[in-house]
């Protein structure tokens, strides 16, 4: 035993501390495995399981919930406010104690106080009751779910992580039952930007389970299990079959010579083919290429960005790009340097060019800088004027709109009188 106590704590790294508050310390660091302990990963691995296995079977299964219905349905007091049952305080804490151990986490005064909204009676409704229990069971199975699929243990997803998950969750949803198997993989890519370019925005190229729950993505994604949902809602959701072979259609338009890359000549005429020349050197200069030409993944930033102007993340993409002198500020030298190139097309198409003076006080106007010489990303962000300014700057169609909107408002008004007249 003497022998097998030294060697083990010189292999743990030393033996242990005399000193007496050594024992008091609680242990607070656990060195993970390194790639030749293959036991102790292995051990890991199956603590990990069986962890996820004992949090999986404390969840709420739909039998419990239905159980839990119906004692809530059982103990709603009167009266009832339309047709919303309502419970109050007492029959609360009675059906907590008739639901189960697996339930008593959400029968607090907390919860309660959280859900109670002007009732003269002090009462909650019992639908949202049930609904936030159901929505902390959700949540709670999916973070089980994506756990299942964090390799490194340590919260978080890397990008091959999530492209696991994606794919084998595109057989349990039902509007993408019409994919071809030969287009899964351009899918699950086009699935998994959308979560990186947003939540990862300084590209350690991994993302924490926790932000993946809080956002909306996950909603949307899940969304495709309703076999009723309407053609609107899968046009705006960027998971959804129609969308991803849109993008992925326009990919393939752009791509002229059929390399399967999009070289700055083939991406000037993306959207409405009026972004300017200067900026597209900049996403070429900034952007990952190959010998030059974007990859479909380095086109879905580009598209992410600038079909979400308003988001902070799509702002700090074009910010990065209109920042030529990389001093994390837009000067008048930037301004003026990118309002050229929209002077230029103007000029072009036989429009009168507008004085770059004017445009720049407006800018400065609109977003209302700290400093009144240099705007910077937060500058952009707080001012929600952010899509419009950058829209001014790298698009001829985008200042075309800024310029003439009182003339496109009053158009729309006209439009609005013609049809309540009809």
């Not at 103990?75 to 804490?93: R, V």
């Not at 699950?188 to 590209?203: I, N, S």
């Not at 991994?206 to 046009?235: G, H």
């Not at 030059?292 to 598209?303: A, P, R, S």
Request: charged fraction near 25%.
């Amino acid at each position: 035993m003497e022998l097998f106590t030294k060697y083990y704590m010189e292999w743990k790294g030393g033996k242990k501390s005399d000193n007496v508050s050594y024992a008091n310390i609680p242990r607070f660091y656990y060195r993970l495995p390194a790639e030749d302990e293959v036991l102790l990963q292995k051990l890991r691995e199956e603590s990990r399981a069986v962890f996820l296995q004992r949090k999986s079977r404390e969840l709420l299964d739909n039998e419990e919930l239905q159980n839990l219905w119906f004692l809530l349905d059982k103990h709603q007091t009167s009266p009832m406010i339309g047709e919303e049952a309502m419970i109050n305080y007492e029959n609360f804490l009675k059906v907590g104690e008739k639901a189960g151990p697996k339930c008593k986490q959400f029968f607090t005064a907390k919860i309660f106080a959280k859900l109670l909204h002007n009732d003269p009676y002090g009462r909650i409704s019992i639908m949202q009751f049930f609904n936030y229990v159901m929505r902390k069971v959700w949540l709670h199975q999916t973070r089980i779910g994506l756990s299942l699929y964090d390799v490194a243990g340590q919260g978080y997803l890397r990008e091959s992580d999530l492209e696991n998950y994606i794919l084998e969750l595109i057989p349990t949803l039902p509007q993408l039952d019409g994919l071809e198997k030969s287009f899964y993989s351009f899918y699950v890519c086009t699935a998994v930007r959308k979560f990186f370019f947003f939540l990862d925005p300084l590209r350690t190229g991994k993302i924490k389970i926790q932000d993946i729950l809080a956002c909306s993505f996950l909603d949307d994604l899940l969304e495709l299990r309703d076999e009723e949902l309407s053609k609107e809602s899968q046009e705006t959701n960027w998971f959804s079959a129609p969308s991803a072979l849109r993008v992925y259609g326009q990919y393939l338009n752009l791509d002229k010579d059929h390399n399967g890359m999009l070289s700055k000549e083939e991406l000037s005429r993306y959207g409405t083919g009026t972004l300017t020349n200067i900026f597209l050197d900049r996403v070429f200069q900034e952007c990952l290429t190959y010998d030059g030409e974007m990859d479909y993944k380095t086109y879905l930033d580009f598209v992410l960005a600038l079909e979400n102007r308003k988001e902070p993340a799509a702002l700090q993409y074009i910010f990065k790009l209109l920042d030529i002198e990389n001093k994390g500020h837009l000067n008048v030298f930037s301004l003026n340097y990118f309002f050229r190139a929209i002077q230029e097309q103007m000029k072009i198409h036989g429009q009168e060019p507008v004085s770059f003076q004017d445009v720049k006080d407006e800018i400065f106007d609109m977003v209302k800088p700290k400093d009144p010489y240099k705007i910077s990303l937060q500058d952009l962000i707080n001012s929600s004027q952010g899509d419009t300014v950058t829209s001014i700057l790298i698009d001829l169609n985008g200042f075309w709109t800024y310029e003439n909107r009182e003339v496109l408002v009053a158009s729309d008004n006209d439009n609005t009188a013609d049809v309540d007249d009809t």
